[in-house]
T-cell receptor, first 113, second 120 residues
Framework: GNSVTQMEGPVTLSEEAFLTINCTYT??????LFWYVQYPGEGLQLLLK?????DKGSNKGFEATYRKETTSFHLEKGSVQVSDSAVYFCALSDGGSNYKLTFGKGTLLTVNP | GAGVSQSPSNKVTEKGKDVELRCDPI?????LYWYRQSLGQGLEFLIY????????KSGLPSDRFSAERTGGSVSTLTIQRTQQEDSAVYLC??????????????????FGPGTRLLVL
């Protein structure tokens, strides 16, 4: 079956530090890959996505590249801000009949001023 | 425009009671999903509705869980004879999803704020 493994954290960084959150996956077929973010007290929001190998998803300064050879989709940001403090979820969908999302367990990021 | 809404936002119930959780998807979204977010299991898929097709119930953890979607819009997730392990945040998501989608053209799933269920 499908699965997603991401570093569980928590991750604590100072403002303007570089961020990497690792994500690897196992899937049948050729999945689409996603990063979702959950800010404190809010619902899940799509942060970025990539649908085929070597695609780079980007949004709000965050980037992730779909690496089929290493089955990875690591999230990066060059300079984090306090407002980036949230829980980040890596997810995949292999389409099929329902496009359901399979999520990693989430990584709590805290950015200190 | 309005996003996905869920009610109630919080629900406390006693073990053995039945609960109903409601989801109002974004207008025009034909696909609707229920997920569960719990400390031990993370985010898990529960059930999927697409238009008038039979729902995909493959993620429901037991026959105490059921869901329906009336008129292709509002959905209700029902948990009968609740157990303490049912305590979790129940999330609803909706997306545009046209029949015969080309591979890789999955529409974004938009999530509601969730219902936090606590079974005492």
């Amino acid at each position: 079956g499908n699965s997603v493994t991401q570093m569980e954290g928590p991750v604590t960084l100072s403002e303007e530090a570089f961020l990497t959150i690792n994500c690897t996956y196992t899937a049948t077929g050729y999945p689409s890959l996603f990063w979702y973010v959950q800010y404190p007290g809010e619902g899940l929001q799509l942060l970025l996505k990539a649908t085929k190998a070597d695609d780079k998803g980007s949004n709000k300064g965050f980037e992730a590249t779909y690496r089929k050879e290493t089955t990875s989709f690591h999230l990066e940001k060059g300079s984090v801000q306090v407002s980036d403090s949230a829980v980040y979820f890596c997810a995949l969908s292999d389409g099929g009949s329902n496009y359901k999302l399979t999520f990693g367990k989430g990584t709590l990021l805290t950015v200190n001023p | 425009g309005a996003g996905v809404s869920q009610s109630p936002s919080n629900k406390v119930t006693e073990k053995g009671k039945d609960v109903e959780l409601r989801c109002d998807p974004i207008s025009g979204h034909t696909a609707l999903y229920w997920y569960r977010q719990s400390l031990g299991q993370g985010l898990e898929f529960l059930i999927y509705f697409q238009g008038n097709s039979a729902p995909d119930k493959s993620g429901l953890p037991s026959d105490r869980f059921s869901a329906e979607r009336t008129g292709g819009s509002v959905s209700t997730l029902t948990i009968q004879r609740t157990q303490q392990e049912d305590s979790a945040v129940y999330l609803c998501a909706s997306s545009r999803q046209l029949a015969g989608d080309v591979w890789g053209k999955q529409e974004t799933q938009y999530f509601g704020p969730g219902t936090r269920l606590l079974v005492l």
